[in-house]
Protein backbone atom coordinates (compact mmCIF):
# COMPACT_ATOMS: atom_id res chain seq x y z
CA UNK A 1 0.00 0.00 0.00
CA UNK A 2 2.76 2.07 0.74
CA UNK A 3 4.53 1.53 -2.52
CA UNK A 4 1.35 2.76 -4.43
CA UNK A 5 1.08 5.33 -2.32
CA UNK A 6 4.41 6.77 -3.20
CA UNK A 7 3.83 5.82 -7.30
CA UNK A 8 0.60 8.02 -6.73
CA UNK A 9 2.34 10.32 -5.77
CA UNK A 10 4.96 10.56 -8.16
CA UNK A 11 2.19 10.26 -11.08
CA UNK A 12 0.04 12.61 -9.70
CA UNK A 13 2.06 16.26 -10.71
CA UNK A 14 2.59 14.82 -13.76
CA UNK A 15 -0.90 14.60 -14.47
CA UNK A 16 -1.59 18.09 -13.28
CA UNK A 17 1.73 18.89 -15.43
CA UNK A 18 -0.32 17.65 -18.57
CA UNK A 19 -3.18 19.51 -17.60
CA UNK A 20 -1.74 22.48 -17.49
CA UNK A 21 -0.07 21.88 -21.08
CA UNK A 22 -3.65 20.81 -22.19
CA UNK A 23 -5.74 23.93 -20.68
CA UNK A 24 -2.72 26.14 -22.87
CA UNK A 25 -3.39 24.78 -25.59
CA UNK A 26 -7.25 24.93 -25.25
CA UNK A 27 -6.16 28.69 -24.54
CA UNK A 28 -4.34 28.92 -27.84
CA UNK A 29 -7.04 27.80 -30.00
CA UNK A 30 -9.44 29.78 -28.03
CA UNK A 31 -7.93 33.17 -28.35
CA UNK A 32 -7.21 32.45 -32.53
CA UNK A 33 -11.08 31.54 -32.89
CA UNK A 34 -12.00 34.17 -31.45
CA UNK A 35 -9.78 36.71 -33.34
CA UNK A 36 -10.91 35.81 -36.60
CA UNK A 37 -14.52 36.33 -35.24
CA UNK A 38 -16.67 39.55 -35.38
CA UNK A 39 -16.11 41.58 -32.36
CA UNK A 40 -17.85 45.17 -33.71
CA UNK A 41 -20.90 45.42 -35.51
CA UNK A 42 -21.08 48.63 -37.79
CA UNK A 43 -24.38 49.81 -39.11
CA UNK A 44 -24.07 53.13 -41.37
CA UNK A 45 -26.00 55.17 -44.22
CA UNK A 46 -24.36 55.95 -47.54
CA UNK A 47 -26.64 57.81 -49.69
CA UNK A 48 -25.61 56.17 -52.82
CA UNK A 49 -25.46 52.52 -51.93
CA UNK A 50 -27.91 52.86 -48.91
CA UNK A 51 -27.91 51.14 -45.52
CA UNK A 52 -25.37 48.41 -44.87
CA UNK A 53 -23.90 46.30 -42.10
CA UNK A 54 -20.64 45.21 -41.54
CA UNK A 55 -18.53 43.68 -38.84
CA UNK A 56 -14.95 43.84 -37.41
CA UNK A 57 -12.92 40.88 -36.38
CA UNK A 58 -11.18 40.60 -33.57
CA UNK A 59 -7.92 40.15 -35.46
CA UNK A 60 -8.54 43.65 -36.30
CA UNK A 61 -10.12 45.54 -33.25
CA UNK A 62 -6.96 44.09 -31.59
CA UNK A 63 -4.17 42.82 -33.49
CA UNK A 64 -2.01 41.85 -30.83
CA UNK A 65 -4.68 38.71 -29.68
CA UNK A 66 -2.88 36.62 -32.66
CA UNK A 67 0.16 37.09 -31.44
CA UNK A 68 -0.77 36.15 -27.88
CA UNK A 69 -2.21 32.90 -29.57
CA UNK A 70 0.77 32.00 -31.37
CA UNK A 71 2.54 32.74 -27.49
CA UNK A 72 0.65 30.66 -25.35
CA UNK A 73 0.82 27.73 -28.50
CA UNK A 74 4.77 27.97 -28.27
CA UNK A 75 5.05 28.17 -24.39
CA UNK A 76 2.83 24.44 -24.59
CA UNK A 77 5.68 23.75 -26.75
CA UNK A 78 8.46 24.70 -24.41
CA UNK A 79 7.05 22.77 -21.52
CA UNK A 80 7.90 19.80 -23.70
CA UNK A 81 11.11 20.15 -23.26
CA UNK A 82 12.13 22.27 -19.92
CA UNK A 83 12.94 20.62 -16.77
CA UNK A 84 11.57 21.96 -13.58
CA UNK A 85 12.56 25.32 -13.28
CA UNK A 86 12.04 26.00 -16.75
CA UNK A 87 8.54 25.15 -16.85
CA UNK A 88 7.88 26.78 -13.48
CA UNK A 89 9.30 30.39 -14.96
CA UNK A 90 6.68 29.38 -17.92
CA UNK A 91 3.94 29.13 -16.00
CA UNK A 92 4.15 32.73 -14.57
CA UNK A 93 4.40 33.97 -17.90
CA UNK A 94 1.97 32.25 -19.73
CA UNK A 95 -0.56 33.41 -16.54
CA UNK A 96 0.46 37.04 -17.44
CA UNK A 97 0.11 36.50 -20.95
CA UNK A 98 -3.91 35.53 -20.01
CA UNK A 99 -4.02 38.31 -17.76
CA UNK A 100 -3.11 40.87 -21.06
CA UNK A 101 -5.06 38.77 -23.02
CA UNK A 102 -8.67 39.27 -21.38
CA UNK A 103 -8.02 42.96 -21.47
CA UNK A 104 -9.19 43.59 -24.76
CA UNK A 105 -11.90 41.75 -24.42
CA UNK A 106 -13.11 43.17 -21.32
CA UNK A 107 -12.95 46.67 -21.99
CA UNK A 108 -15.40 45.71 -24.85
CA UNK A 109 -18.11 44.55 -22.71
CA UNK A 110 -17.51 47.46 -20.31
CA UNK A 111 -17.42 49.92 -22.67
CA UNK A 112 -19.07 51.14 -25.90
CA UNK A 113 -17.09 50.83 -29.08
CA UNK A 114 -15.32 53.90 -30.34
CA UNK A 115 -16.80 54.96 -33.57
CA UNK A 116 -14.07 56.86 -35.06
CA UNK A 117 -11.99 54.26 -34.62
CA UNK A 118 -14.52 51.77 -36.31
CA UNK A 119 -15.01 54.30 -39.47
CA UNK A 120 -11.37 54.69 -39.58
CA UNK A 121 -10.79 50.60 -40.03
CA UNK A 122 -13.39 50.45 -42.27
CA UNK A 123 -12.49 53.40 -44.59
CA UNK A 124 -8.86 52.59 -44.44
CA UNK A 125 -9.02 48.97 -45.95
CA UNK A 126 -7.85 47.75 -42.52
CA UNK A 127 -10.92 45.30 -41.27
CA UNK A 128 -10.59 43.33 -45.55
CA UNK A 129 -8.21 41.49 -46.82
CA UNK A 130 -9.90 42.10 -50.49
CA UNK A 131 -7.27 43.87 -53.02
CA UNK A 132 -9.41 44.63 -55.79
CA UNK A 133 -12.28 46.41 -52.94
CA UNK A 134 -9.89 47.50 -49.62
CA UNK A 135 -12.40 49.58 -47.86
CA UNK A 136 -16.05 48.25 -46.27
CA UNK A 137 -17.05 51.93 -45.81
CA UNK A 138 -16.86 54.58 -47.74
CA UNK A 139 -15.84 58.41 -46.42
CA UNK A 140 -19.37 60.27 -46.55
CA UNK A 141 -20.85 57.18 -45.31
CA UNK A 142 -22.73 58.43 -41.88
CA UNK A 143 -22.55 55.58 -38.77
CA UNK A 144 -25.67 54.67 -37.20
CA UNK A 145 -24.73 52.05 -35.11
CA UNK A 146 -22.00 50.60 -33.31
CA UNK A 147 -22.06 47.39 -31.27
CA UNK A 148 -20.11 45.02 -29.16
CA UNK A 149 -20.93 41.00 -30.63
CA UNK A 150 -20.53 39.95 -26.90
CA UNK A 151 -19.83 36.42 -27.62
CA UNK A 152 -16.41 36.51 -29.50
CA UNK A 153 -15.42 38.66 -26.55
CA UNK A 154 -16.90 35.98 -24.21
CA UNK A 155 -14.21 33.08 -25.75
CA UNK A 156 -11.36 35.14 -25.39
CA UNK A 157 -12.27 35.52 -21.93
CA UNK A 158 -12.45 32.23 -21.60
CA UNK A 159 -9.75 31.43 -23.29
CA UNK A 160 -7.71 33.71 -21.38
CA UNK A 161 -8.66 32.24 -17.51
CA UNK A 162 -7.84 28.52 -19.03
CA UNK A 163 -4.15 30.27 -19.62
CA UNK A 164 -4.43 31.50 -16.71
CA UNK A 165 -5.39 28.68 -14.35
CA UNK A 166 -3.03 26.62 -16.42
CA UNK A 167 0.08 28.77 -16.03
CA UNK A 168 -0.46 28.95 -12.25
CA UNK A 169 -1.04 24.97 -12.40
CA UNK A 170 2.68 24.87 -14.66
CA UNK A 171 4.12 26.73 -12.04
CA UNK A 172 3.16 25.29 -9.24
CA UNK A 173 3.24 21.54 -10.66
CA UNK A 174 5.83 21.73 -13.45
CA UNK A 175 5.74 17.98 -13.00
CA UNK A 176 8.52 15.52 -12.80
CA UNK A 177 11.97 15.92 -14.92
CA UNK A 178 12.29 14.17 -18.25
CA UNK A 179 12.80 10.39 -18.47
CA UNK A 180 15.60 10.74 -20.51
CA UNK A 181 17.66 12.25 -17.87
CA UNK A 182 17.86 8.90 -15.51
CA UNK A 183 20.29 8.11 -18.58
CA UNK A 184 22.47 11.18 -17.97
CA UNK A 185 24.75 11.42 -14.57
CA UNK A 186 23.18 14.37 -13.02
CA UNK A 187 25.93 15.44 -10.95
CA UNK A 188 27.97 15.31 -13.76
CA UNK A 189 25.75 17.72 -15.60
CA UNK A 190 25.32 20.06 -13.16
CA UNK A 191 28.63 20.19 -12.41
CA UNK A 192 29.41 20.86 -15.98
CA UNK A 193 26.35 23.56 -16.26
CA UNK A 194 27.78 25.60 -12.97
CA UNK A 195 31.36 25.78 -14.73
CA UNK A 196 29.74 27.47 -17.65
CA UNK A 197 27.85 29.78 -15.70
CA UNK A 198 31.25 30.34 -13.79
CA UNK A 199 32.70 30.91 -17.63
CA UNK A 200 30.45 32.88 -19.25
CA UNK A 201 27.27 33.80 -17.30
CA UNK A 202 25.72 36.11 -20.03
CA UNK A 203 25.35 32.90 -22.55
CA UNK A 204 21.86 32.24 -23.63
CA UNK A 205 22.72 28.78 -24.09
CA UNK A 206 24.03 28.09 -20.60
CA UNK A 207 21.11 29.73 -18.93
CA UNK A 208 18.93 27.55 -20.94
CA UNK A 209 21.14 24.68 -20.24
CA UNK A 210 20.76 26.22 -16.56
CA UNK A 211 17.52 26.31 -16.27
CA UNK A 212 16.89 23.24 -17.69
CA UNK A 213 19.15 21.23 -14.97
CA UNK A 214 17.33 22.89 -12.63
CA UNK A 215 19.56 25.54 -11.80
CA UNK A 216 18.77 28.94 -10.86
CA UNK A 217 21.75 31.37 -12.76
CA UNK A 218 20.81 34.23 -10.87
CA UNK A 219 22.68 32.75 -8.08
CA UNK A 220 26.21 32.42 -9.88
CA UNK A 221 26.40 35.70 -10.85
Excluded at 126 to 145: E, F, G, I, K
Aim: hydrophobic share 50%; charged share 20%; with cysteine.
Amino acid sequence: MTEEKAQAGRTKPNRRALIAQLLIVLASLLLFASSRMGWVSVEAFDDKSGESTNSIVGGTWAPELTAWALALLAGAAAALILRRLGRRILGVVVAIVGMVAAWPAIQLLSTDPDPQRARDLLTSGAATQRASDPTMLSDWAQLTAVDAIALPAVIAIAAAACAIFGGILMAMQPGAAKDSAKYDNPEARKSKVEQDLAADPTSGRVLWDALDADIDPTEHR
